[in-house]
């Protein structure tokens, strides 16, 4: 059986923890539906959703509020009437 980098790179890698198997992320999500229970669990990634989608906007303004005050610097020393 072939174990070279090719199924090297299907290893999911959570940055502080370093690369995570699927053995690992299996317990994990197995621990995570014993403790909040089949009920709560689409609740809970409900909730994980709208906060990652809350993140991504948030940020996603923050760049463009930045981009948009860069372009504003360029363009203070020029005459705007023509």
Known sequence: MYSGPLFASFRPFFGLFGPIGWTE???ILFLVLLFFGPKRLP?????IGKSIR???K???DAKEEIEQSIQGKDTEGTDKRG
Do not use: D, M, V
């Open 25 to 27: 992320l299996l317990i």
């Open 43 to 47: 609740e809970l990634a409900e909730s």
């Open 54 to 56: 809350r993140f991504r």
């Open 58 to 60: 948030a940020s996603r």
